[in-house]
């Protein structure tokens, strides 16, 4: 079983950039699909990124397509998502999600607990 915690979450002015974390335990994950989706109030979770296990395709929502980056550490057990050009809509709690395939991110097994991201207007 893997465990998952993110972090790295916060206010940010709109425009502004923030780096979140997902720091993986009792696997090690650097043969996994990795993703990120967000749960905004009021709203389902949704897809935000995701890295597939071999490491060779990412993915991106429309919404965050050009703004956000997901990549991976394997020395650190760590996938991370740079978010950049950040806007009030981007306002969500991010989890992070694993998968033990080598290809795309489709079904996650395993999830975090998630972390706040606010963005201010």
């Known amino acids: 079983q893997v465990q998952l915690v993110e972090s790295g979450g916060g206010l940010v002015q709109a425009g502004g950039s923030l780096r979140l974390s997902c720091a993986a335990s009792?696997?090690?994950?650097?043969?996994?699909?990795m993703g990120w989706f967000r749960q905004a109030p009021g709203k389902e979770r949704e897809f935000v990124a995701s890295?597939?296990?071999?490491?060779?395709?990412?993915y991106y929502a429309d919404s965050v397509k050009g703004r956000f980056t997901i990549s991976r550490d394997n020395a650190k057990n760590t996938v991370y998502l740079q978010m950049a050009s950040l806007k009030p809509e981007d306002t969500a709690v991010y989890y992070c999600a694993a998968e033990a395939v080598v290809g795309t991110l489709k079904n996650p097994r395993s999830w975090g607990q998630g972390t706040q991201v606010t963005v201010s207007s």
């Open positions: 890295l597939s296990g071999s490491g060779g395709n990412t």
């Open positions: 009792g696997r090690t994950v650097s043969s996994y699909a």
